[in-house]
C-alpha cells in the first residue's frame, strides 16, 4: 500500500539545558518511523510515558522534531508555511482523549464545528451551517444539537462532537488519541463503530493511540508496540497478537486476559515502573524490566528483525512460541 503519511526516524527530545546548562534531555521519541495508508487504522500502543501522544502530535505537526521528517503524500510537514502549511495542517485532524478540555464551554457546538469551515475558506454562513447539520448526522446526532452547549451533551455524544469537529474540514489524515478511554464500556463501542465506519466510508488514514490492547484487536490493521519513546514490535495486528516475538509484547498481551477467551496465556508480570527516558538504561531499553535479560542485552541496542511479512522486532532473543 502507497503510504499516505510517513515519519522517518522520529526523534523527541525535550529540554535538558535547564539552568546554567544542567539536566539530562528527556528522550521521549527515539528513531520511531510510521507510515499510514488511505483507509488503513495503525494503533500505537504501550504504556504510559511511553510516547505515544508525542509521537501523534510530531505526525500532526503540532511540535517540532528533534530530528526526523514527515511527509503527507511526499510533501513535506513542518518545513511548510504560510498558506501551504494551513492546507497541509486542514488534511491533519486530532481526535483527543477528552473533547470537552478543547470545547469552549460558552460558545453553541455548532459553531465551533462550524470553525474549521470559516478558517480554511471552505463555507461560511447558511452553506457552513447546512454543512454542520451534514456533519452531526454523519456521527449519529440529531441535527437540532447544534445549538446546544458542550454541557449539554454525554460524554460519548460530546466525543462524537469532537470527531464531527475534525471531520468538518475533511481531512485525509486522523490521529485519535485514546478517543475512547474516557468513555462508558457500551458507549466506547458506539464511538469505536462509528470511527471504523468514518473510516472505511471517507478512506480516512487513522493513526489510533491506546493502551488498550482488545479495542486496538477490533479497529487496526497494524499495530506498533512503544517503550520508551522506542518501537518494540510492528506489524499486522493478527499476527502480533496471536504470534508476539518480543518480551514486552507478551507482556501486555499477557496482561489483557480478554483478548482470548479460551486461549490461556501464562500472565508476565512487569516489575516497578519504566526507567526515565531522560536516563534510559544502555542496550536494549527494556532489559531492566525484561525477565528473559541477558548481560549481552546491555551491551548494544538490539537491531529490528523480521518475523513475516510486515512483521518485526527488536529483540536479541528468540523466544519459544
Ligand atoms: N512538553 C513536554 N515537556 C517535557 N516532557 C514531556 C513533554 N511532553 C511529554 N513529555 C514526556 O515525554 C514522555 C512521553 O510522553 P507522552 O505524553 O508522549 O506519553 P504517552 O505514551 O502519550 O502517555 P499516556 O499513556 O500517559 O498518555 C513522558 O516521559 C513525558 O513526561
Ligand atoms: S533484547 Fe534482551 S532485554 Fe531486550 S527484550 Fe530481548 S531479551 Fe529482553
Ligand atoms: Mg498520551
Not at 8 to 37: E, M, T, Y
Not at 38 to 63: F, H, Q
Not at 108 to 113: F, L, N, P, S
Not at 232 to 253: K, S
Amino acid at each position: 500500500m502507497i503510504p499516505l503519511i510517513e515519519a522517518h526516524n522520529l526523534s523527541k527530545h525535550f529540554g535538558g539545558r535547564g539552568w546554567f546548562g544542567r539536566g539530562r534531555p528527556v528522550q521521549a521519541v527515539n528513531d520511531v518511523s510510521i507510515s499510514v495508508a488511505r483507509g488503513e487504522a495503525v494503533g500505537l500502543v504501550g504504556e504510559s510515558g511511553s510516547g505515544k501522544s508525542t509521537i501523534g502530535r510530531l505526525m500532526l505537526g503540532l511540535i517540532p522534531v528533534t530530528s526526523g521528517e514527515i511527509k503527507l503524500d511526499g510533501q513535506k510537514v513542518g518545513a511548510a508555511h504560510g498558506d501551504h502549511a494551513r492546507r497541509l495542517r486542514r488534511r491533519m485532524q486530532l481526535v483527543f482523549q477528552d473533547p470537552y478540555s478543547s470545547l469552549d464551554p460558552r460558545r453553541k457546538v455548532g459553531d465551533q464545528i462550524a470553525d474549521g469551515l470559516v478558517i480554511h475558506g471552505i463555507a461560511q454562513g447558511d452553506e457552513a451551517r447546512e454543512m454542520v447539520k451534514a456533519l452531526l448526522g454523519q456521527v449519529g446526532l440529531p441535527t437540532a444539537h447544534a445549538d446546544r452547549y458542550p454541557h449539554e451533551f454525554s460524554g460519548g455524544q460530546r466525543q462524537r462532537v469532537g470527531i464531527a469537529r475534525a471531520l468538518a474540514v475533511k481531512p485525509d489524515f486522523l490521529v485519535a488519541d485514546e478517543p475512547v478511554s474516557a468513555l462508558d464500556v457500551s458507549v466506547q463501542a458506539q464511538v469505536l463503530a462509528l470511527l471504523a465506519d468514518l473510516r472505511n466510508r471517507l478512506g480516512l488514514a487513522l493513526l489510533f493511540i491506546s493502551h488498550d490492547l482488545p479495542v486496538v484487536r477490533s479497529l487496526c490493521d497494524r499495530v506498533i508496540v512503544l517503550y520508551l519513546g522506542r518501537v518494540m514490535e510492528e506489524g499486522p495486528v493478527e499476527e502480533v497478537f496471536a504470534n508476539p516475538r518480543h518480551p514486552y509484547t507478551r507482556a501486555l498481551l499477557s496482561a489483557a486476559p480478554s483478548l482470548d477467551p479460551g486461549k490461556r496465556r501464562t500472565r508476565i508480570l512487569l516489575k516497578g515502573d519504566p526507567p526515565s527516558p531522560a536516563n534510559p538504561p544502555s542496550g536494549c531499553v527494556f532489559r531492566t524490566r525484561c525477565p528473559w535479560a541477558l548481560p549481552a542485552c546491555a551491551e548494544a541496542v538490539p537491531a529490528r528483525r523480521a518475523a513475516g511479512p510486515g512483521h518485526d522486532f527488536a529483540c536479541l532473543r528468540d523466544l519459544d512460541p
